[in-house]
């Protein structure tokens, strides 16, 4: 029997079935490969370890993407 958890993405409650990674988050939320910036519970997560870090519950995402142009 698989335990829910829940995380804070921006703000907004996700309600998860499985544990996922910093990325499987990203690609849940439609942001896989795009250049964003992770912060997890107050501290940074670099983007080499985004398939490392394991998403647990209660923890809190805020992503921010980078827009370009001038």
Request: proline share 1%; glycine share 12%.
């Given at each position: 029997?698989?335990?829910?958890?829940?995380?804070?993405f921006?703000?907004?409650?996700?309600?998860?079935?499985?544990?996922?990674?910093v990325?499987?988050?990203?690609?849940?939320?439609?942001?896989?490969?795009?250049?964003?910036?992770?912060?997890?519970?107050?501290?940074?997560?670099?983007?080499?370890?985004?398939?490392?870090?394991?998403?647990?519950?209660?923890?809190?995402?805020e992503?921010?993407?980078?827009?370009?142009?001038?």
């Amino acid at each position: 029997m698989t335990k829910m958890m829940t995380v804070t993405f921006n703000g907004e409650t996700q309600t998860l079935k499985c544990r996922l990674t910093v990325r499987d988050m990203l690609e849940r939320m439609g942001l896989a490969g795009k250049r964003v910036a992770v912060e997890r519970n107050g501290r940074v997560v670099p983007r080499a370890e985004h398939g490392d870090i394991l998403l647990f519950d209660g923890d809190r995402l805020e992503v921010i993407a980078a827009v370009g142009g001038g």
